[in-house]
C-alpha cells in the first residue's frame, strides 16, 4: 500500500472521491519505499504536482494537472511513476504491484518535504523560462530526468547519490527488479 503525505495545497486539488476514500494509515509501519510525498507548483498559471519517495526521493511530476481530466488519481499517479521509472530504465512492474491500493499518512517526515522544497527552488525558475518554447511532453522528460539526477544527501548516509541510482539500489535490495 502506498501511504501518500498531502500538502493542504495539493490536497485541495486532488479528486474530492479520492480524498475521502483515503484510510489513515499513519500509524501502521510500512516500508517508507511505499510512502510517497506531494506537493504543487506553478508554471504558466498551470498547476503541476510533485511528489518524492520518502527513501529514495525518487520524484516525478505531473504537468499541467486537473482533477476534472483525471477521475482517478490513483491510477494516473500509478501511471506518470511507471513511465517515469521506465524513463531511467527500471521495470515498474513488481513495485507496482505492492502499490495497488493507497492511504493517507498524516505524518510529515522533514526529508522528502524539503527535497521537494529544494526541487521547487533549484528548477522551477529554469522551467518557467523554458515552459513557452517546450511542449508539454519535453517539459516532463525535462523534469523527470533533472529531478532523478539531481545529487542529493540521505540521512545516515555518507557522500551524495541521484534519486534514480537509490531507487534501483533499494528495489534491488526487496529483490523487485
Given at each position: 500500500?502506498?501511504k501518500?503525505?498531502?500538502?493542504?495545497?495539493?490536497?485541495?486539488?486532488?479528486?474530492?472521491?479520492?480524498?475521502r476514500?483515503?484510510?489513515?494509515?499513519?500509524?501502521?509501519?510500512?516500508?517508507?519505499?511505499?510512502?510517497?510525498?506531494?506537493?504543487?507548483?506553478?508554471?504558466?498559471?498551470?498547476?503541476?504536482?510533485?511528489?518524492?519517495?520518502e527513501?529514495?526521493?525518487f520524484?516525478?511530476?505531473?504537468?499541467?494537472?486537473?482533477?476534472?481530466?483525471h477521475?482517478?488519481?490513483?491510477?494516473?499517479?500509478r501511471?506518470?511513476?511507471?513511465?517515469?521509472?521506465?524513463?531511467?530504465?527500471?521495470p515498474?512492474?513488481a513495485?507496482?504491484?505492492?502499490?495497488?491500493?493507497?492511504?493517507?499518512?498524516?505524518?510529515?517526515?522533514?526529508?522528502?518535504?524539503?527535497?521537494?522544497s529544494?526541487?521547487?527552488i533549484?528548477?522551477?525558475?529554469s522551467?518557467?523560462?523554458?515552459?513557452?518554447?517546450?511542449?508539454?511532453?519535453?517539459?516532463?522528460?525535462?523534469?523527470?530526468?533533472?529531478?532523478?539526477?539531481?545529487?542529493?544527501?540521505?540521512?545516515?548516509?555518507?557522500?551524495?547519490?541521484?534519486?534514480?541510482?537509490?531507487?534501483?539500489?533499494?528495489?534491488?535490495?526487496?529483490q523487485?527488479?
Amino acid at each position: 500500500m502506498i501511504k501518500l503525505y498531502q500538502t493542504k495545497r495539493l490536497s485541495g486539488n486532488l479528486s474530492p472521491s479520492f480524498c475521502r476514500a483515503l484510510p489513515d494509515v499513519s500509524a501502521e509501519a510500512a516500508d517508507p519505499l511505499l510512502s510517497w510525498y506531494g506537493d504543487m507548483f506553478f508554471l504558466a498559471r498551470k498547476a503541476n504536482l510533485l511528489f518524492t519517495n520518502e527513501l529514495t526521493k525518487f520524484s516525478f511530476p505531473l504537468l499541467g494537472y486537473r482533477k476534472a481530466e483525471h477521475p482517478d488519481f490513483a491510477a494516473t499517479f500509478r501511471a506518470c511513476l511507471a513511465r517515469t521509472l521506465q524513463l531511467h530504465g527500471i521495470p515498474p512492474g513488481a513495485y507496482l504491484e505492492q502499490a495497488a491500493e493507497f492511504g493517507r499518512n498524516a505524518k510529515s517526515n522533514r526529508s522528502p518535504l524539503a527535497h521537494i522544497s529544494r526541487l521547487k527552488i533549484d528548477f522551477v525558475p529554469s522551467l518557467k523560462a523554458q515552459a513557452g518554447f517546450m511542449g508539454k511532453e519535453g517539459l516532463w522528460r525535462r523534469c523527470a530526468c533533472d529531478f532523478n539526477t539531481f545529487l542529493t544527501s540521505y540521512p545516515g548516509g555518507t557522500g551524495y547519490a541521484a534519486p534514480a541510482e537509490m531507487m534501483r539500489e533499494e528495489l534491488e535490495k526487496r529483490q523487485l527488479l
